[in-house]
Structures are given as structure tokens and as C-alpha cells.
Nanobody, 122 residues
Framework: QVQLVESGGGLVQTGASLRLSCVAS????????MGWFRQAPGKEREFVAFISMNGDSTYYSESVSGRFTISRDNAKSTVYLQMSSVKPEDTAAYYC???????????????WGQGTQVTVSS
């Protein structure tokens, strides 16, 4: 199992930028595809982005493409989500997760962090 701890959430205004971080406990961090998901109250968990094991491939949901950037630093066992031009509809708890292969489905991710709340005010 991989332990994941997110940080960086908070209250921001529309149009602001925010960077989320997720630190993994596993020495084999570089062997995992890492993803970010989010969940707003009363809604299902939604895929946001994933990044390949060595960081050379990324994929985004249509709702965040062009505004969010996922990256990773394998030396620090950390994955990031740079959020720009945020909107009120980005308000959610954001979770990082680890998987063995590329996927946009939450069920394919075997380890999850506890989440960090992002609230965007209008």
C-alpha cells in the first residue's frame, strides 16, 4: 500500500491560482501512475488528471484542460496539481491516488489520500 498525503487546498477567489501537493510514502513511487480526482458535495468523485510514471505523459478532463497542470517529482515522491484561472465550479475536495496503469476510472486506483478542500469564491 502507498500512503498519500495531500496539501495546499484553501479558499481562493475566482481567477486565482493554487498548487496542490501530494506526498507518497512508497519508495516505488516512480512505478505508479498518479491521478487527481475531486468530489463536490452531493456529487460523484470526478476524474481530473493523471500523469505517467516518468512524467512524460499527462491527460486531463475536459473541464480542467488548459487551466490545470499535473506534474511529478519522483525524487521527492510528490505529485502536484497546478490550478489556474479557477472557477466556483472547481470547488471540491481534491484527492490524489495511485494506479498501476493509465485510467480515468476511480476504481482502478488502489491508494487514496485523505483529500484537501478547495473552495473558490465568486
Amino acid at each position: 500500500q502507498v500512503q498519500l498525503v495531500e496539501s495546499g487546498g484553501g479558499l481562493v477567489q475566482t481567477g486565482a491560482s493554487l498548487r496542490l501537493s501530494c506526498v507518497a510514502s512508497a519508495r516505488a513511487f516512480h512505478n505508479y501512475v498518479m491521478g487527481w480526482f475531486r468530489q463536490a458535495p452531493g456529487k460523484e468523485r470526478e476524474f481530473v488528471a493523471f500523469i505517467s510514471m516518468n512524467g512524460d505523459s499527462t491527460y486531463y478532463s475536459e473541464s480542467v484542460s488548459g487551466r490545470f497542470t499535473i506534474s511529478r517529482d519522483n525524487a521527492k515522491s510528490t505529485v502536484y496539481l497546478q490550478m489556474s484561472s479557477v472557477k466556483p465550479e472547481d470547488t471540491a475536495a481534491y484527492y490524489c491516488a495511485a494506479a498501476a496503469h493509465y485510467s480515468t476510472r476511480a476504481v482502478d486506483y488502489f491508494s487514496w489520500g485523505q483529500g484537501t478542500q478547495v473552495t473558490v469564491s465568486s
